[in-house]
């Protein structure tokens, strides 16, 4: 057994990672907010899942203007999550199960309580302290240019002596200067920190903004997060972030075995998120293309198509991902209610059969939809507050996971606790209680799919088979995937039948596939 607890060095090419949201997967203490030790209480949860690592979000010191992605310390717990002692407990109790912990970085802001923060405020302009971050003078009463927070307004915030600074989030967190050597030198101190506390990567929070454009010219947009699918932003995606990740992966490279990182860098295309995943930069990037495409034949086709055909030039493997903390889930966006759950069952075994690794998102094994409802006065991502009240935001995505029937928490905390966010009506049936031993049931079909996809051929290429304008059918080494997004067609199974996302009549090598349905055979 290596250091930490599992043999295969690349065991990262074809992992499944789940993200735990910590603020919302198990809270041990009863204050309604999840926490390590909460999580600690659940990974038995993520063993019989069948994953190989779990991504945790920010779990450091921090005002929680953002969830946590305002950080305030770098190298602490926040005595909301735990301690420092509960973060290596739990790296331990992960290690023990043969599960690996990867842990958020946010390198491109940090909080406006962190003390270099605090530092630059009372310094004057022009010294090293403001040095550390964006401050400029204005432009006659306005800001320094026409950058948009993505979180919606200026992204520029005076201070008291007249300069600006930028903060592409939140005015609570003013993006860091990273032409600043100092700036450099601390984060790679900050990864060691917890590669020397044992943990087995990074995901790199706004990996492709930590450079900006020479001279921060205008983005000449007004509406410059609407079109930043097309259009190249001075403030994301820029050349210099390369040379900062080839430093980076000298380091983890210097770890035995060697750690991992993956990045979140929204990019116009496949072809720009394959440039952070270049044989001496990052391991991963997530694949927000995969997530963006509609339930539709073509367009997932298209996008697996690019994405295998940008990754493999630079030996990556692709990655795959349908929901995360920052975008409507999944079940939701593909329609909702019965369909959606449906088509969530049927996009669970393509994802799953795609050469490469996997994330998921914490409650998605349960079939959680989107809350839309929640009352107002419980929102608490800055969007809601930042857009004038106008957008909701990502809290939504975010309701305490429920894990058993009964309990004012459904377990999420301890009875007689209220979760941050209140659960729905009717969330007892999507338990994991309740899911648990029923065959119909979607967390049933991830623990099967997740076991079966063990005995895939690692590594292997993607072999397009039969197909029509509405299905895709595929062959993944000894799998063979088809999905039917219309009317019930008959394929062509080559070998046993191993898992469908619906009831189908098989006859012999003629399986009847119906609308919105997957299934898996072994190929021999
Ligand atoms: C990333 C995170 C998101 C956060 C933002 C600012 O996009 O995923 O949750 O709000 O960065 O740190």
């Known amino acids: 057994m290596s250091p930490t607890g599992v043999t295969d060095p690349r065991w990262w090419r074809h992992a499944v990672i789940y993200q735990v949201y910590v603020r919302s997967f198990a809270d041990g203490d009863g204050d309604g907010i999840g926490d390590l030790p909460g999580i600690r209480s659940r990974?038995?949860?993520?063993?019989?899942?069948?994953?190989?690592?779990?991504?945790?979000?920010?779990?450091?010191?921090s005002p929680m203007a953002d969830g946590g992605y305002d950080v305030a310390d770098y190298r602490d717990v926040d005595p909301t999550f735990g301690t420092l002692d509960d973060a290596r407990g739990l790296v331990a109790d992960a290690h023990a199960?043969?599960?690996?912990?990867?842990?958020?970085?946010?390198?491109?802001?940090?909080?406006?309580?962190?003390?270099?923060?605090?530092?630059?405020?009372?310094?004057?302009?022009?010294?090293?302290?403001?040095?550390?971050?964006?401050?400029?003078?204005?432009?006659?009463?306005?800001?320094?240019?026409?950058?948009?927070s993505v979180f919606g307004g200026p992204a520029w915030t005076r201070v008291e002596d007249g300069e600006w600074y930028l903060h592409l989030f939140d005015s609570s967190q003013p993006d860091v200067d990273w032409s600043t050597?100092?700036?450099?030198?601390?984060?790679?101190?900050?990864?060691?920190?917890?590669?020397?506390?044992?943990?087995?990567?990074?995901?790199?929070?706004?990996?492709?903004?930590?450079?900006?454009?020479?001279?921060?010219?205008?983005?000449?947009?007004?509406?410059?997060?609407?079109?930043?699918?097309?259009?190249?932003?001075p403030y994301f995606?820029?050349?210099?972030?390369?040379?900062?990740?080839?430093?980076?992966?000298?380091?983890?490279?210097?770890?035995?075995?060697?750690?991992?990182?993956?990045?979140?860098a929204w990019t116009r295309d496949a072809a720009r998120t394959a440039r952070y995943v270049r044989p001496d930069e990052l391991h991963q990037a997530f694949n927000f293309h995969y997530l963006r495409a509609d339930w539709s034949a073509a367009g997932l086709r298209a996008v697996i198509v690019d994405t295998l055909a940008a990754t493999s030039p630079v030996g990556a493997p692709a990655t795959w991902v349908l929901s995360n903390h920052d975008v409507q889930r999944h079940v939701t966006r593909y329609g909702d209610g019965p369909l959606g759950l449906r088509r969530a069952r049927a996009a669970l075994l393509l994802t799953l059969a795609l050469p490469g690794s996997v994330y998921l998102y914490q409650g998605e094994e349960l079939g959680l939809p989107e809350v839309l409802d929640l009352p107002e006065s419980a929102l608490q991502d800055p969007i809601w507050r930042r857009s004038g009240f106008t957008e909701r935001g990502r809290d939504g995505c975010r309701v305490p996971i429920p894990w058993t029937r009964e309990g004012s928490a459904l377990g999420f905390g301890p009875t007689g606790s209220r979760p941050w966010l209140p659960q729905p009506e009717g969330w007892s049936?999507?338990?994991?209680?309740?899911?648990?031993?029923?065959?119909?049931?979607?967390?049933?079909?991830?623990?099967?799919?997740?076991?079966?996809?063990?005995?895939?051929?690692?590594?292997?290429?993607?072999?397009?088979?039969e197909s029509g304008p509405e299905l895709l059918v595929f062959r993944h080494g000894n799998l063979g995937c088809?999905?039917?997004?219309?009317?019930?067609?008959?394929?062509?199974?080559?070998?046993?039948?191993?898992?469908?996302?619906?009831?189908?009549?098989?006859?012999?090598?003629?399986?009847?596939?119906?609308?919105?349905?997957?299934?898996w055979w072994s190929i021999p």
């Not at 917890?194 to 205008?218: C, N, S, T, Y």
């Not at 972030?241 to 990045?263: F, G, K, N, Q, T």
């Open 97 to 148: 199960l043969g599960l690996r912990v990867i842990v958020d970085i946010v390198p491109n802001h940090t909080s406006a309580a962190h003390p270099w923060f605090q530092q630059a405020l009372t310094a004057a302009p022009g010294s090293p302290e403001r040095g550390r971050y964006l401050f400029r003078p204005g432009r006659g009463d306005g800001p320094p240019n026409d950058w948009e």
């Open 181 to 233: 050597p100092e700036v450099r030198t601390e984060y790679l101190a900050v990864l060691r920190f917890w590669l020397d506390l044992g943990v087995d990567g990074f995901r790199i929070d706004v990996a492709h903004g930590l450079v900006k454009a020479e001279g921060l010219p205008d983005a000449g947009d007004s509406d410059q997060h609407g079109v930043a699918d097309t259009q190249r932003l």
């Open 43 to 61: 990974l038995d949860h993520l063993a019989r899942l069948g994953v190989d690592a779990l991504w945790i979000t920010p779990f450091y010191p």
């Open 429 to 465: 049936d999507l338990s994991v209680q309740a899911q648990t031993g029923d065959p119909a049931s979607l967390l049933e079909l991830y623990r099967t799919a997740l076991r079966l996809r063990r005995d895939v051929t690692p590594e292997a290429d993607l072999e397009w088979l």
């Open 482 to 519: 088809a999905v039917n997004f219309g009317a019930t067609a008959q394929v062509t199974v080559s070998g046993p039948l191993l898992l469908t996302s619906e009831q189908c009549e098989v006859d012999g090598v003629k399986l009847l596939l119906p609308q919105d349905t997957a299934a």
């Open 237 to 264: 995606d820029q050349e210099g972030v390369h040379e900062i990740y080839r430093s980076w992966r000298a380091v983890l490279d210097s770890y035995s075995p060697p750690r991992v990182a993956v990045a979140e």
